[in-house]
């Protein structure tokens, strides 16, 4: 099993910036994708912006240029900093893993439970 912990949510003026970490943890062989979705209210889970398989990164067309995904490969740690937020902006975001634990043959996906990102206007 794998557990994702998200933290640094919380709520923040229009224009500010906020800093989400997801930590991975568990019998970890292999993080094969992380990275962060977000679901608003009445609204599906979008992704937010993630690191592929190869390294490369994908990012929502509503967030390019204000915010940016990197990680720390050691700490199995991926971070989401957010600048230039707007109250449509608001939601609960979620980290995703795709990765494999010991002893298994193949990627299980992994999600955590959330960190809310509430701005005002």
């Known amino acids: 099993q794998v557990q994702l912990v998200e933290s640094g949510g919380g709520l923040v003026q229009a224009g500010g910036s906020l800093r989400l970490s997801c930590a991975a943890s568990?019998?970890?062989?292999?993080?094969?994708?992380m990275g962060w979705y977000r679901q608003a209210p009445g609204k599906q889970r979008e992704l937010v912006a993630a690191?592929?398989?190869?390294?490369?990164?994908n990012y929502a067309d509503s967030v390019k240029g204000r915010f940016t995904i990197s990680r720390d490969n050691a700490k199995n740690t991926v971070y989401l900093q957010m600048n230039s937020l707007k109250p449509e902006d608001t939601a609960v975001y979620y980290c995703?893993?795709?990765?494999?634990?010991?002893?298994?043959?193949?990627?299980?996906?992994?999600w955590g439970k959330g960190t809310l990102v509430t701005v005002s206007s």
């Open positions: 995703n893993a795709a990765a494999r634990t010991i002893g298994l043959a193949k990627d299980m996906d992994y």
């Open positions: 690191f592929t398989s190869d390294g490369s990164t």
């Open positions: 568990g019998s970890i062989f292999r993080i094969n994708t």
